[in-house]
């Protein structure tokens, strides 16, 4: 099976759904708003009167947190139009939704309906200014190009570069029981890793460049790490804890062991260097802006550093809930659809014992990229 097949996350509305289980993503996403503000004000800026915005959010999944992006954009041109920033008196969004052809474009399109009519109430208790927009989706791998030269203002992507397109080469029975980069990994599979990700990174901003006018703009909210040298800190330990619950199932005879060996995550989280090198190598675009924020594993935990009201068995509960959306497909390709809740009910109870030791953070950037000309 292709891995465009196995990569859209759990769809549906239902327990285990990537939509009930975002939180995480929609908390990084919030804190990026201020960077999408900017961003959105600045290509209204440079639009031509009776110029409509088009919008593309790439790897836009079937949860909640899509409509976050399109109310924001939406807020900001509504807000230039009544402010006369905008050189348009009715400016028109025409947003579209990307996604791989597997993504739950149902539920997404249900959602909208529902975003929709809430909208619509709001503006008119509000009295608010109402900014015509149009939704399309849009399927396909953001690795290649999805639309016409020079087409679109403003690019958007949360959580989802780290995807690679394809697995990195030659680390089949490399990695032994490790699912990710982990300490034990050899140099061979670490920089298999990294080649992909250049390699994919590179495809996918010369895509953007083609497809933006000159003036436009692509912000990244990319998971990834603070520490540039050490590609087994951070993340990996989520996939170090994972895999430890593999290994078990493999000594209790539920998994091979071949099977075990034989599977990677194709995913990879990069350091800002690793970013910055790409763009400096390749010439396409600018960094505009760029931060790098922090937040707990668990969504639902406020608390900073180990505190004894915090229940580590339900924030380990939490996270394998939202790894399971993400990584359940995957992981029911690989090994079955029978050990889904064995692998996640052991996950979570590894987990919840690293919390009892150690508060490890997740480590997002936030980068916004100007089109060089």
């Known amino acids: 099976m292709a891995l465009e097949q196995v990569l859209p996350t759990v769809g ?8 009930s289980n975002s939180k995480l993503q929609g908390k990084s996403l919030l ?15 440079s639009l031509r009167p009776a110029e409509k915005l088009v919008a593309v959010d790439l790897g836009c999944s079937s949860g909640p947190n899509t409509f976050l992006v399109v109310s924001e954009v939406l807020k900001v041109v509504g807000d230039g139009v009544a402010s006369r920033e905008v050189a348009s008196p009715v400016l028109e969004v025409q947003f579209f939704l990307n996604d791989l052809s597997g993504n739950d474009f149902n539920q997404l399109f249900r959602s909208l309906d529902e975003y929709n009519r809430r909208k619509e109430a709001e503006e008119e208790e509000m ?5 015509p927009y149009y939704v399309a989706g849009l399927p396909g791998s953001f690795y290649r190009r999805l639309l016409p030269c020079r087409s679109v203002h403003f690019f958007h992507s949360s959580h989802s ?11 089949e029975q490399l990695n032994e029981r490790n ?3 982990a300490e034990s990994s050899p140099p061979e599979v670490v920089k298999a890793y990294q080649n992909q990700h250049q390699k994919d990174f590179c495809r996918f901003l010369e895509c953007r460049h083609a497809e933006l006018t000159d003036e436009g703009r692509t912000m990244l909210l990319i998971p990834g790490r603070k520490n540039h040298h050490l590609p087994y800190h951070g993340v990996a ?4 804890l994972l895999a430890q ?7 209790e005879g539920t998994i091979r062991d071949e099977k075990l060996e034989s599977y990677n995550v194709p995913l990879y989280y990069p350091s ?12 396409l675009f600018g960094m505009e802006r760029a931060e790098m924020i922090e937040a707990n594993w668990d969504p639902f935990d406020e608390s900073e550093g180990l505190s004894s009201s915090v229940d580590v068995a339900q924030s380990g509960k939490n996270i394998a809930k939202y790894m399971r959306a993400a990584l359940g497909p995957m992981i029911a390709h690989h090994f079955g659809e029978e050990v889904l809740d064995e692998v996640f009910s052991k996950y979570a109870a590894n987990l919840s014992g690293h919390l009892l030791q150690e508060k490890t953070k997740y480590v997002f950037l936030i980068i916004l990229l100007k089109k060089k000309i």
């Open 272 to 283: 800002l260097e690793e970013i910055e090198a790409v763009l400096g190598s390749q010439g």
């Open 31 to 45: 804190a990026a708003m201020p960077m999408l503000g900017y961003a959105i004000r600045e290509v209204c800026g």
């Open 127 to 131: 009295g608010r200014l109402r900014v």
């Open 237 to 240: 330990h989520l996939f170090r």
């Open 179 to 181: 699912i990710y980069i």
């Open 161 to 171: 570069v780290h995807l690679l397109s394809q697995m990195p080469q030659g680390i």
């Open 12 to 19: 549906g509305g239902g327990e285990t759904s990537y939509a």
């Open 245 to 251: 619950a593999l290994s078990t199932l493999v000594s």
